[in-house]
């Protein structure tokens, strides 16, 4: 018999430009930090430097391992992994019975390119350059270095990849097949051809000053800023976790993903999709805030107003984390999941920073950080893959 218990969160680890835990992003959340910074762009052109959200550390160890052969991505999912098992104090179940499913959007992007020119000489190439192309070698990885042998699924669903991650989740353990899940996603787009495919698509910001950069709600700046981080959360039911006397920071009420069915490089730019995806997943609720998927492109920024103004009118506040740290792809929904269970736990909706609303005049956006209990969250992503997911989060 399926057991329909609640589903809840009991640990997560996050790995972001200048946020390394829970403490790091609360700080960086309550006081509207911007951690982004300069990143060379293609230096043999003499380009100007272009601003994204970097992760200082390198990861080649963690925990006394040596990690040097597995592509960044991965080594950024695997630590922030680990975190969220020792936050969840997760022993007590059999290996067998624990899934890992990791969502990414650009995968191994940035190993690629870098060995592209040895890839046509057996002697100079890497050995494990395989796992660069095998997306699996994600999930698998983070199942190894945790000590897991249950089902393991690696999503490419493209920036909705970890709420798809949830939703699969969600699913997995509903139906008894698994007693817990280890879920997220992690990207390290920070590469030569991520940057120019995006300024090929003229999305890409194109400002040298950081404030000036990847601004949500903004009709006087256009363009998101790259960024790479890694989320990893634990779910389980809420009966076993209460069992285990772990402490629950959340509670998954509902996850709606779907395509819009659209031809390559094209989005249904009227918001309808996504509109039906956001009120099937707040159903008759009305949250305490949106966390917003808006990262200051146009169209996708001008689809989160009109949303909200469908659904909620201007009853319920927005808000955007983007201008924070900027857009890590498959990686951010889990971000916004974890940021989300923050604010509920500190009573507070963090800040849209670096924007005044211009254009966005219409909705009740959060431009700082506001004190309030926060009883429920609705967090929005949609990507470039043509999904839009959305996920109904709320205090257990």
Known sequence: MINLDNIVITGYGIKAPGISDKSNFLNVLENGICTQS??????????????????????????GRSY??????????????????DMAHLNNYEPHRVAVIMGTSAGSITEIEEHSSVAFNLKTMPIQAISW???????????????????????????TAS??????????????????????????????????????????STETSINEAGVPFSSKNQGFVLAEGAGVLVLEKEQSAQKRKQQIYGKIDQVVSRNEG??????????????????DTVGEHKPSYVNSQALGIETNDNIEKFILKETFGSEVPITS????????????????????????????????????GDGFEDIPIIFEPKSKTIESVCITTHGNSGNNACLLLSNA
């Open 68 to 85: 040097k052969r597995y592509a960044r991505s991965t080594r950024l999912a695997i630590a922030a992994a680990l975190d969220a098992m």
């Open 133 to 159: 192309v095998d997306s699996h070698t994600l999930s698998e990885s983070i199942a190894e270095a945790l000590g897991l042998n249950g089902p393991s699924f690696t999503l490419t669903t493209g920036c």
């Open 163 to 204: 709420i798809d991650a949830a939703m699969m989740g969600k699913l997995l353990l509903e139906s008894g097949t698994v007693d817990a899940c280890i879920i997220g996603g992690t990207d390290a787009p920070l590469c030569q051809w991520t940057i120019n495919s995006f300024q090929k698509l003229k999305t890409l």
């Open 321 to 356: 984390i983007k201008g924070t740290m900027g857009h890590a792809f498959g990686a951010m929904g889990a971000i916004q999941i974890i940021s989300s269970l923050i604010s509920m736990e500190y009573g507070f909706i963090p800040p849209t920073i670096k924007t005044t």
């Open 38 to 63: 300069l990143l060379k762009n293609d230096p043999q052109h003499d380009f100007p430097p272009i601003v994204a959200g970097k992760i200082d550390q390198d990861f080649h160890h963690i925990k």
């Open 262 to 279: 659209q031809k390559l490089l094209s989005s249904d730019k009227s918001g309808q999709h996504m509109l039906k995806v956001f009120q």
